[in-house]
């Protein structure tokens, strides 16, 4: 198994820039594509960015291209989700998520995940 542990978030006024961490332990987390998910009250859960295991294809939600930048550093076994320009909109729990290789566009084919860790964006 591999577990995966959120850390960054907290309380933050519109236009800031937090850095959400993923720490992962227990697989070879060079082998794992891994994606930041989030959910806000009443929504659905929904794919906000994702990175293959190599680091070279990545994906970005239409409502966050441009502010959000994932990366990884498979030397520390962590991926990041570097958020710029937040809005209020942005208010929610966000899940970093894991699956072999490459990644999907659906949650359900993602194996693990973390806990989440809450981000909200005061106006």
């Known amino acids: 198994q591999m577990q995966l542990v959120e850390s960054g978030g907290g309380l933050v006024q519109a236009g800031g820039s937090p850095r959400l961490s993923c720490a992962a332990s227990?697989?070879?987390?060079?082998?794992?594509?891994m994606g930041w998910f989030r959910q806000a009250p009443g929504k659905e859960r929904e794919l906000v960015a994702a990175?293959?295991?190599?680091?070279?294809?990545?994906y970005y939600a239409d409502s966050v291209k441009g502010r959000f930048t994932i990366s990884r550093d498979n030397a520390k076994n962590t991926v990041y989700l570097q958020m710029n320009s937040l809005k209020p909109e942005d208010t929610a729990v966000y899940y970093c998520?894991?699956?072999?290789?490459?990644?999907?566009?659906?949650?359900?084919?993602?194996?693990?995940w973390g806990q989440g860790t809450q981000v909200t964006v005061s106006s």
């Open positions: 998520a894991g699956r072999g290789y490459y990644y999907s566009l659906r949650s359900y084919e993602y194996e693990y």
């Open positions: 227990g697989r070879t987390f060079t082998s794992y594509a």
């Open positions: 990175i293959s295991w190599s680091g070279g294809s990545t």
